[in-house]
């Protein structure tokens, strides 16, 4: 069990620290990337009820539909909740490239749970493919949310409603592109590795851009002081 725990939890540790030791200036506070953390976790069980309420009382009549654009929106649209009721109006969200960092704690904690019980439930034989897809997926979704949540909080000329419509939005069409290529099964499903190179660039790019708008915020609030 311990064994199990420990790689299913792993690349999720992995992942955020990755993003979180790119911050050069000033580090969020680890409790409150910890408690956002939680709170992805918590979001497993709901959704999870949701999906199968919905399963049992046959709402959907298409698997597509059920599978790929219902799983997609739930699960993006109850992340970007907790982003927005929780984190947005946080003392400790203090930059844009904060959003990155609270939007991959939320998709990691809820990407941890739901492979810790696929683990739980299939074995480890598929560990190492579910760290690279499932796991990263959900963290790159959340790290191009949070990227949206940040301009939204910081950058004015963005504009705030755009931005909010844009992290739930881009995030979910994302998602919805990846279960679409995992349910068509057979040989397309090697259009993932085109999709999630696709997806690391994209997110990395919105990293680097985050990071480009905190180090611009830094340095006014620096002229500002002196």
């Given amino acids: 069990m311990f064994m199990l725990l420990t790689v299913a939890i792993a690349p999720g540790l992995a992942l955020f620290s990755y993003f979180y030791l790119r911050k050069q200036i000033h580090k969020e506070p680890s409790r409150s990337l910890l408690q956002t953390y939680i709170y992805g976790m918590m979001l497993t069980f709901p959704i999870l009820f949701i999906q199968y309420v919905f399963k049992e009382e046959g709402v959907f009549d298409s698997l597509f539909v059920s599978n790929v654009l219902f799983t997609s929106g739930l699960e993006e649209f109850f992340k970007w909740l907790v982003l927005l009721v929780v984190v947005y109006g946080h003392v400790d969200f203090e930059d844009p ?5 609270f939007g991959a704690s939320v998709s990691l904690g809820f990407a ?6 696929f683990l739980l439930t ?4 598929e560990a190492l493919i579910r760290a ?11 790290v191009v949310m949070g990227y949206y949540l940040g301009r939204a909080r910081f950058v004015e000329e ?3 409603k755009p931005m909010l419509f844009l ?3 881009t995030a ?11 349910m068509t099964g057979g040989m397309r499903m090697y259009l993932l590795i085109p999709f999630m190179l696709f997806l690391w660039w994209f997110a990395l790019k919105r990293v680097k851009q985050a990071h480009s708008l905190s ?3 830094y340095i006014r609030k620096q002229r500002t002081v002196r």
């Fill in 215 to 217: 180090v611009d915020q």
């Fill in 167 to 169: 992290a739930f939005f």
């Fill in 112 to 117: 941890t749970v739901e492979n810790i019980l």
């Fill in 132 to 142: 690279l897809l499932p796991v990263s997926s959900h963290a790159l979704f959340g």
């Fill in 122 to 125: 299939f074995g480890m034989d």
């Fill in 172 to 182: 979910f069409g994302l998602h919805f592109v990846y279960n679409a290529l995992v």
């Fill in 158 to 160: 963005s504009g705030t």
């Fill in 97 to 101: 490239y904060d959003g990155i960092l």
